[in-house]
């Protein structure tokens, strides 16, 4: 198993510019996962998905999209990136919500100028 | 509002010797409660977790925590430091016991001394 991929590792953005980070898993779980991580920070939740075609607002969700078309895939859409977009993002995936046990894709640095 | 505390930004502590990370979370009924370590350009790597039940939890790697409910604590230990442990530790909280959210603290960054 592979277990969380996450494309590209690096990546830096001009204001107003979009992208869109992938995030794949491969151990058939239901739950999906995005954070940013900041410079000395913790993690903080962008979005979630319970499923296939579900997707909910985490503690920071302005600025970005979700979508969740198959259960192994969660891309995280960058509309018009700004220099506040520039952080450590992290995918991550769990099977049960009740042990939220959740394992970590390796993280996508984004820097926009 | 809900939060995670982590006192130590940095500790240093020398190879062999014990170590104790802190970890304050902010809430009266008992969550869920977890220690994540991460390596430098790596994700985070769950290390152990509490539920319920005994509140002294064995994790991987040798470390261990104890959940503290009069404290409101979950301090993550280690009796004896490997050169290898060296990363940062990150705190995190399920305060709906329901899966879907994490708090994290800000994190403790480790560094070993030969």
């Known amino acids: 198993n592979a277990g969380v991929t996450q494309t590209p590792k690096f990546r830096i953005l001009k204001i107003g510019q979009s992208m869109t980070l992938q995030c794949a898993q491969d151990?058939?779980?239901?739950?999906m996962y995005w954070y940013r991580q900041d410079p000395g920070m913790g993690l903080k939740l962008i979005y979630y998905?319970?499923?296939?075609?579900?997707?909910d607002k985490g503690e920071v969700p302005n600025g970005y999209n979700v979508s969740r078309s198959t259960t192994e895939d969660f891309p995280l859409r960058l509309e018009l990136a700004a220099p506040s977009q520039t952080s450590v993002y992290f995918c991550?995936?769990?099977?049960?919500?009740?042990?939220?046990?959740?394992?970590f894709g390796p993280g996508t640095r984004l820097t926009v100028l | 509002a809900q939060s995670v505390t982590q006192p130590d930004i940095h500790i240093t502590v020398s190879e062999g010797a014990s170590l104790e990370l802190r970890c304050n979370y902010s809430?009266?009924?008992?969550?869920?409660l977890f220690w994540y370590v991460q390596s430098p350009g790596q994700g985070l790597q769950l290390l152990l977790k509490?539920?319920?039940?005994?509140?002294l939890v064995q994790g991987i790697k040798g470390f261990e925590a104890e959940f503290k409910r009069s404290q409101s604590s979950f301090n993550l230990r280690k009796p004896s430091v490997h050169w290898s442990d060296a990363a940062e530790y990150f705190c995190?909280?399920?305060?709906?016991?329901?899966?879907?959210?994490?708090?994290f603290g800000g994190g403790t960054r480790l560094m070993v001394k030969p």
């Open positions: 991550a995936s769990s099977y049960s919500p009740v042990y939220n046990e959740q394992f």
């Open positions: 509490y539920f319920s039940g005994d509140t």
């Open positions: 998905s319970v499923g296939a075609g579900i997707t």
């Open positions: 151990m058939n779980h239901n739950y």
């Open positions: 809430y009266g009924a008992t969550p869920y």
């Open positions: 995190a909280v399920d305060y709906n016991n329901a899966g879907n959210m994490l708090t």
